[in-house]
């Protein structure tokens, strides 16, 4: 894949390991001739670790070889979350600072949760890009400000804070981008 088209979320193979991306910056050249530098922040999926990879406009990765599988999350341990494999009923434990950014948008009937195996083992999960989740906590809305652009914290099911609009209230579901954590629509 050339540098150009690798985008947000793609794992590729970089030092022999699976990295995601996680950043792109892209750097046009100032003097006629010169290649456009590509610089992408990646984590690789075996060590945890972030790395820094720079490439021109004509050079590229190859994808890395691993599947995605259908996940369910069952339940949370003080260590460990656990998923099941919805195909052939493995089990898959990931420590708690393994999927630190994943956590505060899982629930027990998510839909759409993959796992991310390579050489046999779950090196990561990878979530649908919106979810829905219940508020339990915010504060009441004021009458008459309805119609601002105004926005309040609202504690969400899982634990997560995010900001809604005045109007909402305890109890209503609300839509979620996993990408960026932001309130997107009314349920």
């Not at 793609?10 to 001739?33: D, F, H, K, M, T």
């Not at 899982?158 to 109007?167: Q, W």
């Amino acid at each position: 894949m050339i540098a150009k088209d690798i985008k947000n979320g793609v794992v590729l193979n970089y030092n022999g390991a699976p990295c995601i991306i996680e950043n792109i910056s892209v750097q046009s050249p100032s003097a006629r001739g010169a290649a456009t530098i590509y610089k992408y922040r990646a984590r690789n999926l075996v060590t945890k670790q972030k790395i820094d990879i720079v490439l021109r406009g004509g050079e590229g990765l190859d994808e890395a070889n691993f599947e995605r599988r259908a996940v369910k999350f069952m339940y949370a341990d003080a260590t460990h979350l656990h998923f099941l494999d919805q195909q052939d009923y493995n089990q898959y434990s990931l420590t708690r600072e393994e999927v630190e950014n994943e956590a505060p948008y899982l629930t027990e009937n998510l839909e759409g949760v993959q796992a991310m195996i390579y050489n046999d083992e779950c090196v990561g999960l990878q979530l649908p890009t919106v979810v829905e989740l219940k508020v339990t906590q915010c504060d009441p809305g004021v009458k008459g400000n309805s119609a601002t652009g105004r926005t309040k914290p609202a504690t969400l099911e899982t634990g997560l804070v995010v900001h809604v609009p005045e109007y909402l209230t305890q109890g209503e579901t609300v839509k979620v981008d996993t990408r960026s954590g932001e309130f997107l629509s009314r349920v």
